[in-house]
Structure formats: structure tokens, C-alpha cells
């Protein structure tokens, strides 16, 4: 009797069984498995995922253009927005953050910054950030953001990276920008940034191609100063080409080039990132995870269709999502199993 009902309730659930043991690249393995909660107005199509500083997770989908907080379990806890050109809605919603009074603020894509009750049940106001093309954004202090964006390409010789924001949501002062990396990279065509990470009362930031990240102080006593940590293994992509070299030499280099997806710090220090590539006819698309030290020496590769949502600054556990599975609320959880 007990063998036919354990057959039966696996007849029932057999995709949240399977799907609770993946097979991952080595060097890691498989420590736990997170299922996030759906209803039936609330599905999860494109997951974002980020730890709450208050427990559980901050969620947002760019698809349903919706925000979310879940317990550490997955049970839905709230959702709030959606999409729409109105106050609180969005146009692409690029992030959640949780600032350090306990409030819920969301960036969207032409600049709009939502600040919401740390419940989410109610937004607080909705203005203009006065930031064009963002990225995405961290939370710092009581009420700080650093929001990171690419800048306004205005002539074709001009080859601006990306620059760094800082602002404070009560102010309503305009962000200020307070980094900006001058290196020669490629325009803006459909090559994005990750979001900025904030570790230890600085700020990181990665641009294409993916041979360096840039490290800004957010409380330096005369300035902000910067250190760049040269990744060595990804050093190889090959320089980056502007407008001025023709679209030929332009699609070129972004077929051959390496680019930087999410990331985030280990205990340690070391840094765990997806790295990415185009590919075309003859060179399929790459995909793959990397750790670095803080030294930018290369400790592994992992290729595989995964990809990383978040690294918990205090376990280094990766949560990783599948694309091609059948399931995009199913998150596996992994840690690094060493050296291969």
C-alpha cells in the first residue's frame, strides 16, 4: 500500500522531483534547490534574483515587469508593479534593492526611480532619476544608490565607457556621476552591462570585453579612487573597435569578443562571473562561469548552459537558473567543489 501511494505521488510531481538534482560542470556541485512560488496572475518568466538584507529574496522579472519578495523557502511573500508608462509601473524594470531604512526601490529603463514601503504594499513616490541609459543599481548607507549606465554616444569617435552614478533617494538632486573608466570599448549596439556590486564600502563594475573590473571606493576620506583588477584568463579578447572601423569590423570583433554577465564576491574575496559570447556559424555561442582571485589569476572555468543569478557574499553558494529548462522558477543552488 505504501509503495503504490509513493508511485502515485510521484506521478504527480515528477517535475519538482527531477528537477531538485541537475547535472552540473565540474568544479560544481549541487547543494540545495530553490523552488519559487507562482500563482496563477504571478509567473516567473525571466528571474532576477538578489539576497534581502532583512532575509529571503528581492525579485525581479523582465518580462512581467513586475517586482517580488520571497522567503528564503520561495513562498511569494508580495508583488508590486507592473507594466505601463504610470507612476510605479515600468517601462523594463532593471532592478530591486532594499536601502538601509528598510524601504523598496526599483529602477526601470528610461531612468525612473520607484521608492516603496518595505512591505511593497504601497509606493512612497515615483521621479525621474536624471539618468539616461541605465544599467542597473546597488544600495549603500541609509538612503544611497550607486546606478550604473552607459553613456550617451553623441559622434562616432567618441568611445565613452559606462559611468557611475551616486545619489540619495530624499534628495532631489539629480545623481551625480562619480567614476568614469576611459577606455576605448565599443558603442552601444546589444551588448549590456551586469549591475554594479557594493562589497565593503566600495563598488564594482564590469564592461565589455570582459578583461577587467573596476573597483570604486564609495567612502574615500579625499575622493573616490579606483583599482583595476586585470583578469588574465579573459584578457584575450581582442581589442575593441568603434563605428569609425566600419560595421564589418565591428560585428567582427563582436563575434570573437568575451563579455561580462552577472557577478558577485565569495567570502574570500574571490570573484565568481558568467561570461558570454555571440558566436555565429562557425563558432557557437559560449557560455560559462569563471572564478578569479582578487589578484585576477583564473582558478576555473565551467561551460555550460547556466546561468548566474546571484553569489552569496556569505557562503559563496552560486544560484544558478536554466533557460532551456522547462521550468524558469526551478533555482539550483551550488558551490565550488575545488580546483579540477
Not at 142 to 147: K, T
Not at 218 to 236: C, M, T, V, Y
Not at 264 to 291: C, F, K, M, Y
Request: charged share 20%; aromatic share 8%.
Amino acid at each position: 500500500m505504501r509503495f503504490t501511494l509513493l508511485l502515485g505521488l510521484i506521478a504527480l510531481f515528477p517535475a519538482s522531483l527531477d528537477a531538485q538534482v541537475v547535472q552540473l560542470p565540474e568544479p560544481l556541485r549541487q547543494v540545495g534547490f530553490l523552488h519559487l512560488e507562482e500563482t496563477a496572475d504571478v509567473l516567473v518568466a525571466q528571474p532576477n534574483l538578489a539576497l534581502d538584507p532583512r532575509g529571503g529574496w528581492l525579485y525581479w522579472d523582465t518580462q512581467s515587469q513586475d517586482a517580488r519578495l520571497y522567503s528564503d523557502e520561495g513562498d511569494l511573500l508580495a508583488s508590486f508593479g507592473g507594466p505601463g508608462d504610470g507612476p510605479g509601473e515600468f517601462e523594463r524594470l532593471l532592478g530591486l534593492v532594499r536601502i538601509g531604512d528598510g524601504r523598496l526601490v526599483t529602477l526601470e529603463s528610461r531612468g525612473r526611480l520607484a521608492v516603496w514601503s518595505e512591505s511593497g504594499d504601497s509606493l512612497l513616490f515615483d521621479r525621474p532619476s536624471g539618468v539616461t541609459h541605465p544599467v542597473g543599481m546597488a544600495a549603500y548607507g541609509d538612503s544611497q544608490l550607486v546606478i550604473y549606465a552607459r553613456a550617451t554616444v553623441t559622434d562616432p569617435s567618441d568611445h565613452t565607457v559606462p559611468v557611475l552614478f551616486e545619489m540619495d533617494v530624499d534628495d532631489s538632486i539629480r545623481a551625480e556621476p562619480i567614476f568614469e573608466a576611459r577606455l576605448s570599448v565599443i558603442p552601444p549596439i546589444a551588448i549590456e552591462n551586469p549591475p554594479p556590486v557594493v562589497h565593503a564600502d566600495s563598488v564594482t563594475i564590469a564592461q565589455p570585453p570582459f578583461d577587467s573590473l573596476w573597483t570604486v571606493s564609495l567612502n574615500a576620506p579625499f575622493g573616490h579612487r579606483s583599482a583595476h583588477i586585470e583578469a588574465e584568463a579573459l584578457a584575450a579578447s581582442p581589442e575593441p573597435v568603434g563605428l569609425e572601423a566600419g560595421r564589418p569590423a565591428v560585428f567582427e570583433w563582436m563575434y570573437s569578443a568575451r563579455f561580462p554577465g552577472r557577478f558577485g564576491h565569495t567570502p574570500e574575496g574571490a570573484w565568481i562571473l558568467q561570461v558570454w559570447g555571440v558566436g555565429r556559424d562557425d563558432a557557437p555561442p559560449h557560455n560559462s562561469l569563471v572564478r578569479i582571485d582578487t589578484d585576477g589569476r583564473q582558478l576555473w572555468e565551467a561551460e555550460g548552459r547556466w546561468n548566474l543569478l546571484t553569489v552569496s557574499p556569505n557562503t559563496g553558494e552560486l544560484y544558478l537558473w536554466d533557460p532551456e529548462g522547462l521550468d524558469p522558477a526551478a533555482i539550483v543552488i551550488a558551490e565550488d567543489d575545488g580546483e579540477p
